[in-house]
């Protein structure tokens, strides 16, 4: 039995969810797809897939070899565009992911100057506020804000952000500075959706942590639209760091509770752990961690 080959038919099979359409895929037939399974399984001696007349799908065991068999097929794949010594420039597809306005603000600038170094590139960005699982989406890496959780991802941290309380000086000169959270009920309060699902802030003072529960006046779902919002004067929002860097340095927001603020949430550029990652991989994680840790509204620590 050839394991590489039957790895690659296991596969095909698990992500079609059927032996026809993944016959079809390979230009193999059906009763060969269906006997390579078998040998797969009686050779690992688990089963893999879960068989009915309308669908085939993975059991919890072929789940987890489906990820192993992916990355042995992948770093494979790269072995031989390795020897072949066509690794030696970028070239293909690249897909990437990040939060939208981190996409926006820091990734896209990035990804300009990589596509005008390497022409053979072609680069697909994926933005949106939630967690992307790199192998489950087909994605080749991205830009995690938070604590990581125990993965196969190799992680390359790049920088940290806050959770900060901002206001324009305007409605803060004109309605008062709050000095405590608790005060914050006193004052216009601006929230997103897309950070707080329930209005409810987290502070933090001598390791103590309180959590004030807020009344919006005004409730978006859009980042751009809260920093809009508090950038005229119409109340207080809270916010990640990076997001008004540019309106602090113009001076259109100002940030305040600092002494209450959380810890720092760290930033890493995440893909996947290969021997070997395909030039393409390597030159735009080297061109985005050297990018992001010399931007100072990322505060860079090594």
């Known amino acids: 039995m050839d394991r590489l080959r039957a790895m690659a038919i296991f596969v095909a099979v698990a992500q079609a969810e059927s032996f026809s359409s993944a016959a079809r895929h390979l230009g193999m037939s059906a009763p060969a797809v269906t006997r390579a399974i078998s040998e797969l399984e009686a050779y690992l001696g688990v089963r893999l897939l879960t068989r009915t007349t309308r669908i085939v799908r993975a059991t919890e ?3 987890r070899y489906l990820d192993d068999a992916r990355r042995v097929i992948a770093e494979a794949d790269e072995a031989d565009t390795a020897v ?4 030696t420039e970028p070239r293909g597809r690249l897909a990437i992911t990040a939060p ?16 005008r170094r390497y022409p053979e590139v072609n680069i697909t960005s994926l933005f949106v ?26 992680a390359i941290r790049v920088g940290q952000v806050r959770t900060v309380v901002c206001a324009a000086p305007a409605y803060l000169a004109t309605y008062g500075t709050p000095e405590t959270p608790e005060q914050l009920h006193a004052h216009t309060i601006i929230t997103t959706s897309g950070i707080s699902p329930v209005p409810e802030w987290r502070f933090v003072q001598n390791d103590k942590t309180t959590a004030i529960r807020m009344t919006p006046r005004l409730t978006v779902t859009t980042n751009d639209a809260a920093i809009e919002a508090a950038s005229e004067g119409f109340g207080i ?13 113009r001076g259109e927001l100002q940030v305040i509770l600092q002494d209450y603020e959380p810890a720092p949430s760290p930033i ?32 860079y620590k090594p």
């Not at 072949?84 to 690794?87: E, H, M």
């Not at 939208?100 to 596509?115: A, C, E, S």
């Not at 290969?274 to 505060?299: G, I, Y």
């Open 61 to 63: 065991a072929g789940l």
């Open 84 to 87: 072949s010594g066509i690794r």
């Open 100 to 115: 939208v306005l981190f996409g926006r603000m820091f990734v896209t600038p990035i990804t300009v100057q990589y596509l």
């Open 129 to 154: 506020d939630r967690v992307v699982n790199l192998i489950e989406e087909g994605l080749d890496a991205g830009l995690r804000i938070g604590h990581l959780p125990d993965s196969s991802m190799k």
């Open 237 to 249: 929002t809270r916010l990640l760091s990076y997001q008004i860097a540019p309106f602090l340095a």
């Open 268 to 299: 890493h550029v995440v893909h996947h752990e290969n021997r070997q990652a395909a030039a393409k991989v390597r030159s735009f994680v080297d061109m985005a961690v050297t990018c992001l840790r010399a931007n100072a509204a990322l505060a």
